[in-house]
Nanobody
Framework: QVQLVESGGGLVQAGGSLRLSCAAS????????MGWYRQAPGKQRELVAA???????NYADFVKGRFTISRDNAKKTVYLQMNGLKAEDTAVYYC?????????????????WGQGTQVTVSS
């Protein structure tokens, strides 16, 4: 199996910064795309940022210029640096990874989610 473990959430004042981390472990051959999603109370889960194995990135318009996604392939870890946080960024943030599992690569990639980490921004 594959596990994604997130860390780095918490409470911060508006204008502050947080850095989220998500480490993958388990029976992994290759990790393709990785990403961060978020879900606020009463709202649908939405994409925040994504990054390919080669380092190409994609951001939601509402975080462009404030958030930066990066990854360390050797550590199987993806990061989300969040600067200039706003109250509307308050949500549970989830890590996502598309994984080729060791020994069964021919079955294609599997999608995995982390357990979520709470980010609360006070105004």
């Amino acid at each position: 199996q594959v596990q994604l473990v997130e860390s780095g959430g918490g409470l911060v004042q508006a204008g502050g910064s947080l850095r989220l981390s998500c480490a993958a472990s388990g029976s992994i051959s290759t990790i393709n795309n990785m990403g961060w999603y978020r879900q606020a109370p009463g709202k649908q889960r939405e994409l925040v940022a994504a990054i390919t194995s080669g380092g190409s990135t994609n951001y939601a318009d509402f975080v462009k210029g404030r958030f930066t996604i990066s990854r360390d392939n050797a550590k199987k870890t993806v990061y989300l640096q969040m600067n200039g946080l706003k109250a509307e960024d308050t949500a549970v943030y989830y890590c996502n990874a598309m994984v080729l599992r060791r020994g069964i690569e021919m079955r294609g990639q599997y999608e995995y989610w982390g357990q979520g980490t709470q980010v609360t921004v006070s105004s």
